[in-house]
């Protein structure tokens, strides 16, 4: 790590070094994870030195092979997809959902109403990120960002030790950080790269990502604000996962919107900011005793929904019956792939949160028939007819829960 010392880049003397590491920015791969704009922001430096400097560290990292050029060819791209790496659930369900399990270089966020599993979730992939690779881990560590004190080292224990691992070895590899507001939750992100990399941590978990943003900003005049400063949240964390080739995991709450008339009156508080940045999003819902997850965005998994449960080994498989279930029915509904097209007002006012126009999805009927009328742009190719309809009843991710049997609460 050496070669990433601030000094070792041409031009930048001991007055540089200083007023940067006194910014929070210790080394090279810093330089780059916070960019031009916020450095010059934090150093007080004019913008073009900052830029000047940010692209020297550009240069250093592309010389030393740890990123990429700025024109890269298709075959490099694959080469450096070839190192992602893949982090088990521990259930054959969300692995299979997840195609093999959490990525590295990218972001997941699972979104959904309180007690539907994100926060177990986030215990379970803290101890099987640990696992060694041939179980499907990554002999990593974790950062836990817990934003709502709800991270809990007995759920750590029972979870180990129903995976057949040493609870204590677990609760070590695992440092967490309490983040008291917003400012703090950004500082703790901003200050995590040395951290990282001396700790070979290989999971980042924020849970929850957006909930003291939402708790400071209230009201829609202080909207744009917060949606910039959870933005900047955002992409930080993007930019720390593919830098460290470390996954990120991120959760959201929903919110209940009673006036959505149709559709699931849920949907995740971020808004667009954090739809459009993560690579992954996954909804979780539950269901009686069953929670069901379905991947909502994806830029190469089906759409699809898998039935899974909660623990003491934190997320595990259904039992049998559904899992057969679970795996037999892919997602057939193809609301989120009309999304886009379907322009009912459903004449929602205020308290509609985040800029999440999107997320006003009008019920559609989905029709087997197939039919040109669909417009463009769409994911899927055999986009089904689509009807809008007025009614509230649901057909769309609470279409799948009759698929569960009845065992609820
Ligand atoms: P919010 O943070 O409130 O939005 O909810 P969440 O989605 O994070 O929910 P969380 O992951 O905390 O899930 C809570 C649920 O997990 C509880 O309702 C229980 O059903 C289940 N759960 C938590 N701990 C255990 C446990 O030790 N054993 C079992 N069987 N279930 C558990
Ligand atoms: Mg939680």
């Given at each position: 790590m050496e070669d990433l010392r601030l000094d070792s880049l041409p031009g930048v003397g001991p007055v540089t070094t200083k007023k940067l590491s006194d910014a929070g920015i210790h080394n090279v791969m810093d330089l780059i994870v916070r960019g031009p704009v916020e450095i010059a922001e934090i150093t007080g430096m004019d913008k073009d030195t900052a830029d000047n400097i940010v692209e020297k560290a550009r240069q250093c990292l592309v010389e030393g092979g740890m990123i990429s050029k700025d024109f890269v060819s298709a075959t490099e791209i694959y080469k450096r997809r070839q190192q992602i790496g893949k982090i088990t659930t521990g259930t054959e369900c969300l692995d299979l959902l997840l195609d093999g399990g959490l990525e590295t270089q990218g972001l997941t966020e699972v979104y959904g109403e309180f007690g539907s599993g994100k926060t177990q979730f986030c215990h379970t992939m803290c101890v099987t990120v640990q696992k060694p690779k041939e179980e499907g881990g990554l002999d990593g560590t974790v950062l836990y960002i817990d934003t709502e004190n709800t991270f809990r080292p007995e759920r750590i224990v029972s979870i180990a030790k129903a995976f057949g691992m040493d609870p204590e070895k677990a609760l070590d590899r695992i440092m967490v950080a309490r983040a008291y507001n917003s400012s703090h939750q950004t500082l703790i992100l901003e200050e995590s790269s040395q951290m990282i990399r001396e700790n070979n941590i290989k999971l980042l978990i924020v849970d929850s990502a957006v909930g003291l943003f939402r708790a400071e900003y209230l009201g829609r005049g202080t909207l744009s604000v917060r949606q910039q400063r959870l933005n900047k949240f955002v992409h930080l964390l993007v930019r720390i996962a593919e830098t460290y080739n470390c996954a990120a995991l991120a959760t959201n709450q929903v919110m209940a919107s009673p006036?959505?008339?149709?559709?699931?009156?849920t949907r995740p508080i971020g808004g667009n900011v954090v739809a459009h940045t993560s690579t992954y999003r996954i909804y979780f819902k539950k269901s009686g005793k069953k929670r069901i997850a379905r991947m909502v965005d994806s830029p190469h998994h089906p759409e699809q929904e898998v039935i899974f449960g909660l623990g003491e080994a934190g997320v595990i498989d259904p039992d049998s019956e559904t899992k057969k279930k679970s795996i037999m029915t892919p997602k057939s509904s193809k609301v989120e792939a009309v999304k886009p097209e379907v322009k009912v007002e459903p004449k929602s006012d205020s308290s509609v949160d985040a800029g999440s126009k999107t997320e006003d999805i009008p019920k559609v009927k989905v029709e087997p028939k197939s039919d040109s009328s669909v417009d463009a742009g769409s994911k899927t190719e055999d986009i089904p007819k689509v009807k809008v309809e007025s009614k509230t009843d649901s057909v769309d991710a609470d279409a799948k829960i009759e698929d569960i049997p009845e065992d609820s609460e």
């Amino acid at each position: 790590m050496e070669d990433l010392r601030l000094d070792s880049l041409p031009g930048v003397g001991p007055v540089t070094t200083k007023k940067l590491s006194d910014a929070g920015i210790h080394n090279v791969m810093d330089l780059i994870v916070r960019g031009p704009v916020e450095i010059a922001e934090i150093t007080g430096m004019d913008k073009d030195t900052a830029d000047n400097i940010v692209e020297k560290a550009r240069q250093c990292l592309v010389e030393g092979g740890m990123i990429s050029k700025d024109f890269v060819s298709a075959t490099e791209i694959y080469k450096r997809r070839q190192q992602i790496g893949k982090i088990t659930t521990g259930t054959e369900c969300l692995d299979l959902l997840l195609d093999g399990g959490l990525e590295t270089q990218g972001l997941t966020e699972v979104y959904g109403e309180f007690g539907s599993g994100k926060t177990q979730f986030c215990h379970t992939m803290c101890v099987t990120v640990q696992k060694p690779k041939e179980e499907g881990g990554l002999d990593g560590t974790v950062l836990y960002i817990d934003t709502e004190n709800t991270f809990r080292p007995e759920r750590i224990v029972s979870i180990a030790k129903a995976f057949g691992m040493d609870p204590e070895k677990a609760l070590d590899r695992i440092m967490v950080a309490r983040a008291y507001n917003s400012s703090h939750q950004t500082l703790i992100l901003e200050e995590s790269s040395q951290m990282i990399r001396e700790n070979n941590i290989k999971l980042l978990i924020v849970d929850s990502a957006v909930g003291l943003f939402r708790a400071e900003y209230l009201g829609r005049g202080t909207l744009s604000v917060r949606q910039q400063r959870l933005n900047k949240f955002v992409h930080l964390l993007v930019r720390i996962a593919e830098t460290y080739n470390c996954a990120a995991l991120a959760t959201n709450q929903v919110m209940a919107s009673p006036d959505v008339f149709f559709g699931d009156p849920t949907r995740p508080i971020g808004g667009n900011v954090v739809a459009h940045t993560s690579t992954y999003r996954i909804y979780f819902k539950k269901s009686g005793k069953k929670r069901i997850a379905r991947m909502v965005d994806s830029p190469h998994h089906p759409e699809q929904e898998v039935i899974f449960g909660l623990g003491e080994a934190g997320v595990i498989d259904p039992d049998s019956e559904t899992k057969k279930k679970s795996i037999m029915t892919p997602k057939s509904s193809k609301v989120e792939a009309v999304k886009p097209e379907v322009k009912v007002e459903p004449k929602s006012d205020s308290s509609v949160d985040a800029g999440s126009k999107t997320e006003d999805i009008p019920k559609v009927k989905v029709e087997p028939k197939s039919d040109s009328s669909v417009d463009a742009g769409s994911k899927t190719e055999d986009i089904p007819k689509v009807k809008v309809e007025s009614k509230t009843d649901s057909v769309d991710a609470d279409a799948k829960i009759e698929d569960i049997p009845e065992d609820s609460e």
